[in-house]
């Protein structure tokens, strides 16, 4: 577990990022057999199923099925504009994902951020969802 270096709240951090799958099957199928993800706990009802997915850092993603009545509705829109996902190669990792048939939407490439040399491609997630893989030096 990384250390929280935050000076306001104690030991804060991110636990999950929650995706509304419109597919979840397809979805759970991609984050657990394509990215190796795994599930960790399943919980919600038979009818509203939510599963909690190990990213593999000790962080999570929760991947739920729209629910008629659900709070918080879902927007028309996400309104995220992608979850980043570390990766030790962005290249490596981005042709898994292409060989699962995903959109790749930015191939990789090579960036500056803050004087730190930075590699970053995007893809599309089986729901729509922008995903990006993210490595930085």
């Known amino acids: 577990m990384l250390q929280s270096h935050n000076c306001k709240i104690a030991g804060l951090g991110t636990h999950h990022v929650s995706i509304l799958a419109q597919d979840l099957q397809a979805s759970l199928a991609f984050y657990t057999g394509v990215l190796g993800m795994e599930i960790v706990s399943k919980f919600g009802t038979k009818q509203h199923p939510m599963y909690l997915l190990d990213i593999g850092d000790g962080s999570h993603l929760e991947l739920t099925a729209p629910a008629p009545n659900s709070l918080p509705p879902a927007p028309q829109?996400?309104?995220?504009?992608?979850?980043?996902?570390?990766?030790?190669?962005?290249?490596?990792?981005?042709?898994?994902?292409?060989?699962?048939?995903?959109?790749?939407?930015?191939?990789?490439?090579?960036?500056?951020?803050?004087?730190?040399?930075?590699?970053?491609?995007?893809?599309?997630?089986?729901?729509g969802e922008a995903v990006e893989f993210f490595h930085q030096q």
């Not at 979850?83 to 990792?93: I, N, Q, S």
């Open 77 to 127: 829109q996400a309104p995220y504009r992608h979850v980043a996902l570390r990766v030790d190669d962005v290249r490596l990792a981005i042709e898994v994902v292409r060989a699962a048939k995903r959109p790749v939407t930015v191939e990789p490439k090579d960036v500056v951020l803050d004087g730190r040399a930075t590699t970053v491609a995007f893809f599309e997630g089986p729901g």
